[in-house]
């Protein structure tokens, strides 16, 4: 997946060894739309996804983040303080992933934010 703002953490993945799998991968994005190459870790493809979109709907959506609040943890978050920690989480994880594959594992605590939170974003 290529991304600014994978390139900007240092974390955009190359999978073009060769031009024989150039060539096969831009035939599957042609046919699928992607890689077979973003199925080989779905935990990673997953965690880049939310990571690019969240940090994109951070820097162009045209609502007040701080208006809608949820509940986590006994705790009141707006929706800002969720997209704050969902970019910052990620981020450390690909990070890791980076450094430290395959001994990296997402938190829970991602996906329960993320529940609380997609209802949420729209604008």
Known sequence: MKSRYLKEINCERNFYCDKEREKQFKKEIKEYGFPSSETWNLDVSFIEFLYITFKMYDEYNRIDTHFNHFYFDGEEWDMQKGIDYIINETE????????????????????????QLMPLMWW
């Not at 994880?93 to 605590?109: G, M």
């Open 92 to 115: 450390k994880c690909l990070i890791s992933y980076r450094d430290n594959f395959p001994d990296t594992k997402i938190p829970e605590k991602i996906y329960d934010v993320l529940k």
